[in-house]
């Protein structure tokens, strides 16, 4: 066996500042807030990676112990996508797309599932539960089937259908409830203390935000450096915590010495509580009350890692950003139709979010700008706007239309 590669040292809770040990399983701070993990990072260098193309290839900075512990179903190492017609559209000079429908499962939730289900079983679980608004648990039913454990996975009854059939395959038990993630988040919280299931809910235990900040490790390596601005899309607030600890471990290692990327969140104007806190100067967000979106992911009510996310835009000198669903809706197609790309709505979010920034002035002409996608449209409950598909009965009415 090889020897072990992981620096992990202590987990840290990064409101009280109290400490535990890594060595067995927790979930959160004794005064209820989410833990990170901390590493020794004086002796980690570039050379030190790993030579893979996956998000493995940051093991160093990762908790498992060896690369024979990694589960992978081929996650991270999603493509920089640049998008020249998007500079031209919206005035800007450089902008990319970091393409996380790429990953496992079609989202960048496979990233965090990867390495929690990787350290729960080095940590000896075997039954894992999770909250899910849909693609958390999806991918933890993948990851769970690799390392042979048990999932649980309870969702709001109106989640998509792909993805709880996705779900279903990959071998979870599945439960459905009638509300959002927070009646679900209820439920699994309840459960786990009666059933023995560990739970893995978004900011609700260390390691899923592990697998999210290797997004920032990858930017940083295909830009070759660090942008102005990161828009993300965000319900749970995983990925922008974890781009945020990602910058900061950057510049700690000493790899990056110039100002860290502004974060502007993206969330949607029917379920904005991160948003709404941070316009109004709050170190917290309030529950919010009925919640509609057509973006899943984002139908977050209040999150766990409000706080985080209120620190992160507020530490970068970044923002959060409301947008409507029909910009959503036009922001897929617009991927779409200028960059070829396929963006789930949470990913058409941030073009609607760059939109409201650039004619704000709030992210200048000369910026560079890396939005999210974080997943696949194939999931995505309805159809983008303005698209509409004729029926034909024979070549010659094929031809007839197709005429000007």
């Known amino acids: 066996m090889p020897p072990p590669l992981s620096n992990l040292a202590r987990l840290e809770c990064p409101t009280c500042h109290k400490t535990y040990e890594a060595s067995a399983p927790r979930n959160v701070c004794d005064c209820g807030r989410p833990l990170f993990a901390r590493y020794d990072l004086g002796g980690v260098t570039r050379e030190s990676l790993l030579p893979r193309r996956d998000l ?13 512990h990694a589960l992978t179903l081929g996650e991270g190492g999603t493509p ?72 649980l996975v309870v969702a709001p009854k109106d989640t998509p259908l792909s993805i709880l ?47 999210k900040k290797t997004m920032g490790y990858e930017l940083f390596e295909q830009l070759g450096g660090l942008p102005d601005w990161v828009v993300f899309p965000t319900g749970g607030g995983t990925g922008v915590v974890g781009l945020w600890k990602a910058f900061q471990e950057l ?13 502007a969140f993206v969330q949607a104007k029917g379920c904005a509580p991160i948003v709404k ?38 530490e970068s000198r970044g ?23 396929g963006a789930c709505y949470e990913g058409g979010a941030t073009l609607g979010a760059l939109r409201q920034l650039v004619e704000g002035g709030t992210v200048k002409r000369d910026d560079t700008v890396v939005l999210f996608n974080t997943g696949t449209p194939l999931k995505n409950p309805r159809a983008p706007v303005g698209m509409k598909v004729a029926t034909v009965e024979s070549s010659k009415e094929l031809v007839g239309r197709l005429e000007p």
């Open 277 to 314: 806190a941070f316009k109004d100067g709050k170190e917290g967000s309030e529950l919010w009350k009925n919640p509609v979106t057509i973006a899943p992911g984002l139908r977050v009510p209040k999150a766990l890692g409000d706080t985080l996310v209120l620190k992160a835009a507020r």
């Open 165 to 211: 059939q996705e779900t279903v395959l990959f071998g979870a038990r599945l439960f459905l409830v009638d509300g959002t993630i927070t009646q679900a988040g209820d439920i699994v919280k309840a459960a786990c203390k009666e059933t023995g299931h560990f739970n893995v809910a978004t900011m609700y235990e260390p390691y899923r935000v592990e697998g």
């Open 319 to 341: 923002t959060g950003v409301a947008v409507e669903d029909e910009a959503m809706r036009a922001g897929v197609s617009e991927f779409a139709r200028l960059e070829g790309i």
């Open 80 to 151: 920089l996508l640049h998008c020249p017609a998007i500079e031209k559209t919206y005035g800007v000079s450089r902008v990319f797309v970091k393409d996380e429908a790429a990953n496992p499962t079609g989202t960048f939730k496979a990233r965090g599932m990867a390495v929690a289900v990787s350290r729960a079983k080095e940590l000896g679980l075997t039954r894992l539960a999770v909250p899910s608004a849909g693609n958390a648990g999806s991918a933890l039913a993948a990851y769970a089937a690799k390392a042979g454990i048990e999932s």
């Open 56 to 68: 493995w290839r940051y093991l160093p900075v990762l908790p498992i112990s060896s690369e024979d």
């Open 251 to 263: 510049k700690e290692l000493g790899w990056h010495d110039g100002p860290l990327p502004k974060i």
